[in-house]
């Protein structure tokens, strides 16, 4: 699969469509209740789809706390850290200790 290395700031959620931002995001509610994107978060993939590896980082750090953190569950916050677990070992990296934590 292609990793992307494009700086994650060349892209904001109005380069996304509905659908598109749904995919790219780790929190988000099951499709048939989604509505509007502001109900999923976390966006770790580009338009098309392709991973992102700064996307990957920027949502670790914010899972982690930083930007303010994210609003969310205990429970959608653990299987977004442990899905970012599993898409730093795609990108062949060691994931943050904070987002190990979070992931039990």
């Not at 904001?12 to 978060?41: G, M, R, V």
Request: net charge neutral.
């Amino acid at each position: 699969m292609a990793i992307s290395e494009k700086p994650w700031s060349s892209f904001s959620e109005s380069d996304y469509n509905d659908s598109q931002w749904y995919e790219a995001c780790l929190i988000k509610p099951p499709k048939s209740e989604y509505t509007a994107k502001n109900q999923a978060k976390l966006p770790v993939r580009e338009p098309d789809g392709t991973l992102n590896r700064n996307g990957v980082h920027a949502a670790a750090a914010a899972l982690a706390g930083a930007r303010g953190g994210v609003k969310a569950s205990p429970e959608d916050k653990r299987k977004a850290a442990r899905e970012l677990i599993r898409l730093y070992r795609e990108l062949e990296e060691e994931p943050p200790e904070s987002i190990k934590r979070l992931a039990e």
